[in-house]
């Protein structure tokens, strides 16, 4: 079987996509060759192993995860910020499910490259909300807050359990604004 083009980077690129089509369970050594067009034994070269692999696919997740938030922020900070980085985190976890599903673990403490990705969405979260002047414990209460409503939300609706005719969208705005409204500036 041809192995033209063969790269871990590569490798882990389709795994990635593998994940997002079926999950994280679908991956395999044998069904990812078999989707490279090469033989499972061929991928050692560029993987040590499949947990080494899955572990490959879940630091690039939370790396394009914290990316498409910072992306989505730009140099705006406050409330038009956090709404950005709502609607990114949204439409990134619609856009990649099963990468998004990764993105949720803690980071394992003696992978450095684990630890910078897992705290890359975390910061920009906490730089938007600098002019608020929160404390470290309410920035952290914020971001949590944030993540909860965020994660709760995609998750049900990606799961179809948001069946009453109101608007999911206009749902979605005003439970971020409540958000805002408890930890943003009193105006």
Known sequence: MPRAGLTADRVT????????EQGITALTLSTLAARLDVRAPSLYKHVASLDA???????RAKTEFGDALDAAAGESTGDVAVRAVAHA?????RRHPGRYSL????AYP????DVVASTHAVRV??????????SETEGIDFVRSL????????????????ALPISLDGSFERGVDRLIGAYGPSV
């Open 110 to 113: 003696n992978d450095p490259d």
């Open 53 to 59: 692999l899955r572990q490959s696919v879940a630091v």
């Open 13 to 20: 690129t389709e795994a990635a996509a593998l994940v997002d």
């Open 89 to 93: 985190y949204r439409e990134w976890a």
């Open 147 to 162: 993540r909860s409503l965020l994660h709760g939300f995609v998750t049900l609706e990606e799961a179809g359990a948001f």
């Open 103 to 106: 993105t949720l673990r803690a």
């Open 125 to 134: 979260m906490l730089r938007v909300v600098l002019p608020w002047q929160l």
